[in-house]
């Protein structure tokens, strides 16, 4: 992540008195003064991480809370439509087959940084200056530490009220399943062995859900559904190119904010794995007229 150099009243100059010849001292205060202090106090190792600055603005911001907020509040507007109209389903697969208007309605959530905040995880890994790993994040989750999203409490609480089945497909392994239903159940959310469906490849329940939205949508009609990445709400979003990920999203458009409803998470995600590598990534305007 490239960051701004620091500003000139961010660098600290020393006097030192000169005695007994000691210009060498003078000269290495000097040099030590002039480098420039990392913001906030952090030290240079941990600002310069390329996770930081995202992290701290989803841990700290204002910003975040009140994005998170109001994405779940103007998410009950397209849901009460939904409820009443028996022709609508955020389902793809199911809107195709049809013979869904009799079903009982269904939301369909995505647990990881969509209701559950793993920003603590992710802080660890800054600090120990490590990468994810299976191993790590199934301790992470077996804790039973991650809160609750804002907003996604309130919602899923109103939604549950307004006649909605909950459901939440997550790619958090069948090993961590019951500490997963046991810390949604602690923020207060509905949370069962049968309404959270976890991800097992060997048993056909891969990363990109299909199976699982297959099962939800056997007994129930599909009415929204609600991630942090579009793999959350269709597929053809598993490409290794930023340009075919973003012509998926183009085709798609018209579902969000309706059918589909997207949370934002800047610090990891599918997203990243299609990225061009290092300065291709960046897109600067030509300064030639």
């Known amino acids: 992540m490239l960051r701004p150099s620091a500003p000139l009243a961010n660098y600290v100059f020393h006097f030192v008195s000169i005695t007994r010849g000691t210009v060498t001292g003078f000269l290495l205060a000097w040099f030590v003064g002039m480098t420039p202090l990392p913001a906030s106090g952090q030290t240079a190792d941990l600002a310069q991480d390329r996770r930081f600055d995202a992290l701290t603005w989803v841990q700290n911001s204002a910003e975040y809370r009140m994005l998170t907020e109001q994405t ?12 009443d109209d028996v022709t609508i389903s955020a389902d793809e697969a199911q809107l195709a087959e049809g013979k869904f208007a009799d079903k009982p309605p269904a939301i369909i959530l995505d647990c990881d940084e969509t209701v559950l905040d793993n920003s603590a995880y992710n802080a660890r890994n800054i600090l120990k200056k490590e990468n994810y790993s299976t191993e790590t994040w199934n301790a992470w989750c077996l804790e039973v530490q991650a809160e609750a999203i804002p907003g996604s409490l309130e919602f899923v609480t109103r939604a549950k009220a307004l006649g909605a089945d909950i459901f939440f497909i997550t790619n958090r392994r069948d090993v961590v399943k019951k500490a997963t239903v046991e810390n949604l159940k602690k923020l207060g959310f509905p949370a069962t062995e049968e309404n959270v469906l976890t991800k097992n490849k060997e048993l056909g329940r891969g990363d990109d859900k299909i199976s699982r939205r297959e099962t939800v949508a056997k007994t129930h009609r599909i009415v929204m559904l609600i991630g942090d990445s579009m793999s959350d709400l269709c597929s053809g979003m598993d490409v290794t190119e930023t340009s075919q990920r973003n012509q ?42």
């Open 248 to 289: 998926v999203g183009n085709q798609k458009f018209q579902q969000l904010g309706s059918r589909w409803i997207m949370l934002p998470n800047p610090v990891y995600g599918g997203w990243q794995q299609a990225l061009p590598e290092n300065e291709h990534a960046l897109k600067p305007k030509s300064n030639t007229k």
């Open 72 to 83: 779940f509040r103007l998410a009950l507007h397209p849901l009460v439509t939904a409820l």
